[in-house]
């Protein structure tokens, strides 16, 4: 039987700025244009991070009982390493998504848009499907292309929306930033993967494009956000504060740079995803600011 701490590991916490960073930034967009809300925005960041940690226990199970995770270099399993049934994993997977379902629904009481159930119920499908399923999109290459729309627009834009009832250019390119950090999270996970993938037959952008032009493709993907943060300077002065986390992403930078692999790349994944997180913070106190 997992302990508590195994089961805390499982939740991938290294994992959490990608639901929280979207959160703030659409709270910070909403400020800029006086529509910031405080209940919607601790609901929207609990129906994030709920999303967050569903997905994350659903990729553990679905992983797990496929195999894939047999020979994972990466943070610790649940299922693939034999300390949790799969049934328990899969039902903590169910109830979290269930917790963020039901935070989603107080949410879309609050705003009146009840067309948000809708896009609620994709999110929930998004999380189960890509590795869980038949044929997971996952397994597919999709996987990025679908944490850039869900950390990305769908985070930040709803958060905007659910409180504001538009959407900012202000609010699209701090969704693009977001979509591109999150993203180069999962390519640096992918990175770090890609051996023990093609070993399982699990097809990633990483695989297909291989090792060199993976590498290429995270420095993009980390660049992304401070053009955005150089544009957004011209508008407003002080969001140039996002330029507070160039360090950090140059941390993982210069390991993908230098051509780390295996347990060398893991963190990356920490660099990237609190470069990300120091990026929203500044990035949203500077639009509560101006």
Known sequence: MATLAQWISGTRPRTLPNSIAPVL??????????????????????????FQVGVNFAND??????????????????????????????????????????????????SGYWWLIGFGAVCIAGAWFYTGGKKPYGYAGLGELAVFLFFGPAAVLGTLYVQAGEVTGIGIGGSVAMGAFSTAVMVANTLRDIPTDLQAGKRTMATTLGDRDTRYLYLALVAVPFVITAANGVREPLALLGFLSLPLAALGARRVLKGDKGKALIPVLRDTGLAMLLWAVATAGALVLG
């Open 61 to 110: 199970y679905s992983d797990g009982i496929r195999g894939t995770d047999a020979n994972r270099v990466g943070p610790f399993r649940l299922v693939g390493s034999g300390a949790a049934q799969p049934k328990a994993v899969r039902n903590a997977a169910f109830a979290a998504l269930g917790v963020g379902a039901l935070a989603g629904l107080a949410l879309v009481a609050l």
């Open 25 to 50: 930034v659409g709270a910070g967009a909403a400020f800029h244009i006086d529509a910031f809300d405080a209940v919607r925005t601790l609901l929207a960041l609990l129906v994030s991070m709920a």
